[in-house]
């Protein structure tokens, strides 16, 4: 599984981006992926994941509300979607995958359950 995230930017706090993780492999349906960020001189925490299997999701702490994921199978892409950022939202973001999972698996925010991993994207907000 190879993955492509892209998407990122600068962007006014208050404002929205949509970051997209493209995956190739033929197990895409099978994956779980999540989106994990890193701001400077901090490490990097879990951001949202999503079983594409039953489309059970998980997000981090205090992100619900303001950031989604979702799929599109078709495109082999996972979005996340946010909103409403804020300067403390700036990071880069990676997206990471693991392979064939069952329908029940619940997604987790531990790093180390993700077998693959994309390169990051940078966004920015600005105050």
């Known amino acids: 599984v190879q993955l492509q995230a892209s998407g990122g930017g600068l962007v006014q706090a208050g404002g929205s981006l949509r970051l997209s993780c493209a995956a190739s492999?033929?197990?895409?349906?099978?994956?779980?992926v999540g989106w994990f960020r890193q701001s400077p001189g901090k490490e990097r925490v879990f951001v949202a994941a999503m079983n594409l299997k039953s489309g059970s999701t998980i997000f981090g702490d205090s992100l619900k509300g303001r950031f989604t994921i979702s799929r599109d199978d078709a495109k082999r892409t996972v979005y996340l979607q946010m909103n409403s950022l804020e300067p403390e939202d700036t990071a880069v973001y990676y997206c990471?995958?693991?392979?064939?999972?069952?329908?029940?698996?619940?997604?987790?925010?531990?790093?180390?359950?993700?077998?693959?991993w994309g390169q990051g994207t940078q966004v920015t907000v600005s105050s």
């Open positions: 492999g033929r197990t895409f349906r099978s994956s779980a």
């Open positions: 990471a995958a693991r392979d064939r999972i069952i329908w029940s698996v619940q997604p987790t925010d531990e790093e180390d359950w993700y077998e693959y």
